[in-house]
């Protein structure tokens, strides 16, 4: 039992706070903060079987984040703003001695790079306050992490090959739009990739790398080889890894949009001055574009998530695949959103919950594949993300190095 404090609310919001109301018995209060008040109002109006208190706050303010976490004293902080904000709300968690959680790893707003070094720097402080942080528990990442930490349990001695593939087989209806957050994802796609191969990072030029991946129940689709950031942390925690990418599908529709708004200077993050007003064209981008939250209504299709593993099983090699399909309809009737903030937001409220009730409990600043993967996973699949093995059948990848 606990209370929770909720900031952001966006996309990923309007689920975690749903499917944290569907289980009172374990988040007894929640209180719901962003810099919109408004859309926090929105959210707590779907919510009918308990109080959702909300309240403005802008999040990259310290002070008023330990003020707020003052005012309601939580057990846990779950923040779903943006990736800006996390230090920012990790220091309002230490000065308060509040535990903490997050779907996205920390990016400063003015270069567009994403790693771990800066929130694992507070691994010692957390510590020492005895409160704990998890990272990145979101689908990916998050969930790919605990995918592999299964696979590492149950089913490999060693691994040595992890291709996490991520398709949206879905279709919204829009000419083009993102499923989150239009500036992060925008910033992710358009950056550099790259990926582990024997004990280093090995970088390519934006979607250069992209093949045919076979996803169940959807059939094959172009995927392209992208940065994400549970990379960094799964070669870290599982070091016999020797090689690891990440793979995501985007249409040729999509494509060929973000490409032209690239060669216009649409997706820069350089701010620009107009008529005196200083603004960042992407920032403008994402205002112009849809919400990811009003998706959700005319979604059809689903998302397929897993990790293709290779390695080693008593001197044998062995094959394993562990995915999760979501049909974006599914998650519109569960929580009015679509899928893609949907299998974002039931993995954070899986997360809360192993917190909240002791199960996954260590101070300290954790990614989630440090943790017993099965309590976690069989909560998931209770709570609307069921997921599938195949084991020793055919990857799609066959190229093996040395
Ligand atoms: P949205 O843009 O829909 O929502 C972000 C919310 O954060 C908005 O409500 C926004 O407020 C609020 N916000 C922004 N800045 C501040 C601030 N300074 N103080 C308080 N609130 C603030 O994004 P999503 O819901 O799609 O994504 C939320 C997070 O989830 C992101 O970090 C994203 O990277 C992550 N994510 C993780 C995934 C995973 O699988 N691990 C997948 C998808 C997303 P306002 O409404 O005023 O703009």
């Known amino acids: 039992m606990g209370k929770v404090l909720i900031i952001g609310a966006g996309g990923v919001s309007t689920v975690v706070v749903q499917k ?9 209060e929640i209180v719901l903060a962003s810099r919109t008040k408004s859309k926090c109002d929105a959210i707590a109006k779907l919510i009918t079987n308990m109080k959702v208190i909300t309240e403005s706050l802008d999040a990259d303010n310290v002070a008023e984040t330990v003020a707020l976490i003052k005012k309601y004293n939580p057990d846990l902080v779950i923040n779903v703003a943006l990736p800006y904000q996390d230090l920012a709300i990790m220091d309002a968690c230490l000065e308060t001695k509040t535990n903490y959680l997050d779907t996205a790893n920390y990016e400063p707003k003015d270069v567009a790079k994403f790693e771990y070094s800066w929130q694992w720097a507070y691994k010692e402080k957390f510590e020492k306050a005895g409160i704990m942080a998890l990272l990145g528990c979101g689908f990916d990442p998050g969930v790919t992490g605990v995918f592999t930490a299964y696979a590492a349990k149950h089913h490999f001695d060693e691994i040595h090959y992890l291709d996490i593939v991520d398709c949206n087989a879905g279709d919204h209806g829009q000419e083009f739009a993102t499923n989150f957050n239009p500036e992060i994802n925008i910033r992710e796609i358009t950056q550099n990739g790259r990926y582990w191969q024997n004990g280093q990072w090995v970088e390519t030029k934006p979607l250069e790398i992209h093949q045919d ?13 992208l940065y994400h950031e549970e990379l960094e942390s799964l070669v870290k925690n599982f070091p016999t890894i020797k090689r690891a990418r990440f793979w995501m599908t985007f249409s040729q529709k999509y494509i060929t949009h973000l490409q032209v708004l690239e060669n216009v200077g649409m997706t820069s993050i350089k701010p620009i001055k107009i008529q005196g007003v200083e603004i960042q064209p992407l920032q403008f981008l994402k205002a112009v574009l849809p919400e990811p939250g ?18 080693i099983k008593d001197g ?15 998650a519109y009737k569960d929580t009015k959103s679509q899928g893609v903030s949907y299998t974002t937001g039931v993995p954070a409220m899986t997360g809360a919950m192993m917190m909240l009730n002791k199960i996954w409990d260590k101070p300290g600043v954790w990614n989630v594949e440090e943790f017993n993967p099965d309590p976690f996973l069989s909560a998931l699949a209770k709570h609307g993300l069921p997921w599938n093995e195949i084991i020793n059948e055919k990857l799609d990848f066959e190229d093996l190095i040395d």
């Open 20 to 28: 944290c109301a569907q289980h009172p018995e374990v988040f007894e």
């Open 294 to 311: 009003t998706l959700g209504e005319n979604y059809t299709g689903k998302t397929s998530i897993g990790c293709q593993i290779r390695g």
């Open 213 to 225: 991946v076979d996803y169940p129940e959807v059939g094959g689709k172009d995927s392209y080889l």
């Open 316 to 330: 044998k090699e062995k094959t394993y695949f562990i995915y999760n399909n979501c049909e974006h309809q599914w």
